[in-house]
Antibody, heavy 118, light 109 residues
Framework: EVQLVESGGGSVQPGGSLRLSCVAS????????MSWVRQAPGKGLEWVAN????????FYVDSVKGRFTISRDNAKNSVFLQMNSLRAEDTAVYYC???????????WGQGTLVTVSS | QSVLTQPPSASGSPGQSVTISCTGT?????????VSWYQQHPGKAPKLMIF???KRPSGVPDRFSGSKSGNTASLTVSGLQAEDEADYYC??????????FGGGTTLTV
């Protein structure tokens, strides 16, 4: 059974940093691209970042470029999201998702809440 | 503001059919057959229902179907059941390794 478990969310002041983690199980992690997708309270889904299966390339939505970094450790079946210079508008539930065929995401974690507030 | 446009709400009675639209541009929906649809119940993670415009993952009932015409994709739910009541989001490859989502549609049964 495929499982994705996120952790690392919490409350932080504007300008602060957080590092999210996602541990995967139930599939060959190193075969798949991985994604982070976020959802602000009461709002829709927003793709945040992708990382290739081997970590050789990363992609970001414009609003987080230069502030967020996605990375992975295939030996630990884990993907990470380092978030710096956080803003109030980054407040959201952050989901880790497995990237499947043709830009779809076929498995999602339960999400971790990030709150940016003074 | 979301890149893809969905109606905020849709509704239907049990047993009926309902179609949810998702309008983009030639740079996303119209340019690729890479449209996905997700179902999200309150407080839960999204679930993939349709990928590559019209394909269903294993385990998704065939009451759910997808299609596309030009820059507009559609999700049709036939034989509505109470458990279909949820938020539905469309998504498309947006080129340059970007992914775009719609604003979501709340389906009431």
């Amino acid at each position: 059974e495929v499982q994705l478990v996120e952790s690392g969310g919490g409350s932080v002041q504007p300008g602060g940093s957080l590092r999210l983690s996602c541990v995967a199980s139930g599939f060959t992690f190193s075969d798949f691209w991985m994604s982070w997708v976020r959802q602000a309270p009461g709002k829709g889904l927003e793709w945040v970042a992708n990382i290739k299966h081997d970590g050789s390339d990363t992609f970001y939505v414009d609003s987080v470029k230069g502030r967020f970094t996605i990375s992975r450790d295939n030996a630990k079946n884990s993907v990470f999201l380092q978030m710096n210079s956080l803003r109030a508008e980054d407040t959201a539930v952050y989901y880790c998702a497995r990237a499947a065929a043709a830009a779809s995401r076929d498995y999602w974690g339960q999400g971790t809440l990030v709150t940016v507030s003074s | 503001q979301s890149v893809l446009t969905q109606p905020p709400s849709a509704s239907g009675s049990p047993g009926q059919s309902v179609t949810i639209s998702c309008t983009g541009t030639s740079s996303d929906v119209g340019g690729y057959n890479y449209v996905s649809w997700y179902q999200q119940h309150p407080g839960k993670a999204p679930k993939l229902m349709i990928f590559e415009v019209s394909k269903r993952p294993s385990g998704v009932p065939d009451r759910f179907s997808g299609s596309k015409s030009g820059n507009t994709a559609s999700l049709t739910v036939s034989g509505l059941q109470a458990e279909d009541e949820a938020d539905y989001y469309c998504s498309s490859y947006g080129g340059s390794n970007n992914v775009v989502f719609g604003g979501g549609t709340t389906l009431t049964v």
